[in-house]
């Protein structure tokens, strides 16, 4: 199994441009995670889905962020615009949920963003 | 609500000396608690997870976590340290949907 796919690995934009992160979380997999990570705010949850819908969107910053995953193999992440305090590493993980469950993530290598 | 505590920001050891770095958890209920190691510019891998059963669970790199219910801790133990241990270090509580990790422990094991 390949693992938790992101991409791109690293991102540089300028200030107002449009943003798009994508994430291929590991098959048979029903749950997926969106995780921003900073030195000053560590790893905060911004959205996750459970099978292709979403459950929890209230770590989303601003309404500038949004998510869908149109299917069970693919999520995007979208700033829009972006501006410079976004710059992280925006990380996606996947699990399998069962009722009553609460299994481990496994995150994907995380796409590095720096906005100018 | 759910809440988990790491209360280091560091820990520092010697290889070859035992670590430990502290969790303590806050949950309403049976509580799911995980360890993760991050490396340098890596994702969050995952070690160990407590569910039920004996309190003390291995995982992997011989690291292993002592559950205490009393103390609401949930300690990451290895009974000696690598250099390659060195890493950032998260507790995590999971319970519904939501796992709500800890802000991290960063360790060094000096040679």
């Known amino acids: 199994d390949a693992g938790v796919i992101q991409s791109p690995r690293h991102e540089v934009t300028e200030m107002g441009q449009e943003v798009t992160l994508r994430c291929k979380p590991i098959?048979?997999?029903?749950?997926l995670f969106w995780y921003r990570q900073t030195m000053m705010r560590g790893l905060e949850l911004l959205i996750y889905?459970?099978?292709?819908?979403?459950?929890?969107d209230s770590g989303m910053p601003e309404d500038r962020f949004s998510a869908k995953m149109p299917n069970a193999s693919f999520s995007t992440l979208k700033i829009q615009p972006s501006e410079p305090r976004d710059s992280a590493v925006y990380f996606c993980?996947?699990?399998?949920?069962?009722?009553?469950?609460?299994?481990?993530?496994?995150f994907g290598p995380g796409t590095r963003l720096t906005v100018l | 609500a759910q809440s988990v505590a790491q209360p280091e920001d560091q820990v520092n050891v010697a290889e070859g000396n035992p670590l430990t770095v502290k969790c303590t958890y806050s949950?309403?209920?049976?509580?799911?608690l995980f360890w993760y190691v991050q490396y340098p510019n890596r994702g969050l891998q995952f070690l160990l997870k407590?569910?039920?059963?004996?309190?003390l669970v291995k995982g992997s790199y011989g690291f292993e976590a002592e559950f205490n219910k009393s103390q609401t801790s949930f300690h990451l133990k290895k009974p000696s340290a690598l250099v390659s241990d060195s890493a950032l270090y998260f507790c995590?509580?999971?319970?519904?949907?939501?796992?709500?990790f800890g802000a991290g422990t960063r360790l060094f094991v000096k040679a």
């Open positions: 993980a996947s699990s399998f949920k069962g009722l009553g469950e609460n299994n481990e993530q496994f």
């Open positions: 098959s048979g997999h029903n749950s």
């Open positions: 889905f459970n099978n292709n819908v979403p459950i929890d």
């Open positions: 949950v309403s209920g049976n509580p799911y």
């Open positions: 407590y569910i039920t059963g004996d309190n």
């Open positions: 995590a509580v999971g319970g519904g949907f939501k796992t709500i």
